[in-house]
Structure formats: structure tokens, C-alpha cells
């Protein structure tokens, strides 16, 4: 039996420059050191911080979960009149959901907080609509 490591993980005590069988404060065995550039890889990641390539990616923890809550609430109140997703197939829905989305806003700036049949808040019946909208513009067969 030698004295050589067995395996790449064993990590050196007595490092040297000297020494050509060490990479990256690693001691690599003779037999592994034919792979020295794929051990060497795989030791660079062991001592590197972890990454995720993510940038410029959208971040959905900073959409606030509140609203997104009150539209479900709207989407909930809309799936138990009409249907779950009969928004989807509602004839000349775009212009529908248009005005929709005024009749709630042109509300709200006037004043009145609550939708009066759902008793929901008009922005976030406005912020379903424009969901909606959104969704048609990126799915016209939608």
C-alpha cells in the first residue's frame, strides 16, 4: 500500500509548492493526476461560493403578496359567477375587460373604495383586468 491518497477529497496537510501533485491546496494521487484538469475543476468547486446565474431574471419576491391576494379573491368571486376561466372565452373580451377595467378605476378615483355587488376592492378588480388584458396581448389565441 502506498502513501498516495486514494481519493481526490483528501485535502493536504503539508502543502508545498514543490509538490506536483497537489492542485488548489488539493493532493491529487499519481493515477488521478492523468485527469488533473477535470480533478482540478471539480476542486475549484468545492472552494468556490455557490452560484446562480439569475441575473437580470425577474424577481418575483419583490411583487407584493397582499394585491396578489385581493385579485385571487376577485378571480374567486368571478370562477363562482361565471365559471373558472370563462374570462378566457368570453366573446369580445378584450374591449369588455377594457371598459371593465375603467368602470373600476373611474370608481375608485371617484371615491368609492368597495366593488358594491362584490364587496371587493375596485383595484383589485381593475389589477384582474389588466391581467387579463396582459394575458391576451402575450396569448392572442387566448
Partial sequence: MTDDPKTLGEVMTGWSPDNPWC??????????????????????????????????????????????????????????KYGANNWR??????????????????AWTGGESLDPESGLHHLAHAGCCILFLLEFEANPWT
Avoid at 29 to 56: I, L, N, V
Avoid at 89 to 106: G, M, N, Q, S, T
Wanted: hydrophobic fraction near 40%.
Fill in 23 to 80: 492542485e488548489c491546496g488539493v493532493l491529487l494521487s499519481r493515477h488521478e493526476s492523468e485527469d488533473a484538469d477535470h480533478e482540478f475543476k471539480m476542486a475549484e468547486r468545492m472552494f468556490k461560493t455557490p452560484r446562480k446565474h439569475d441575473q437580470g431574471k425577474a424577481r418575483f419576491a419583490l411583487v407584493p403578496s397582499g394585491p396578489l391576494h385581493e385579485i385571487a379573491k376577485v378571480l374567486t368571486f368571478g370562477a363562482s
Fill in 89 to 106: 372565452i368570453l366573446p369580445d373580451a378584450r374591449e369588455r375587460y377594457a371598459d371593465a377595467l375603467l368602470r373600476h378605476v373611474f
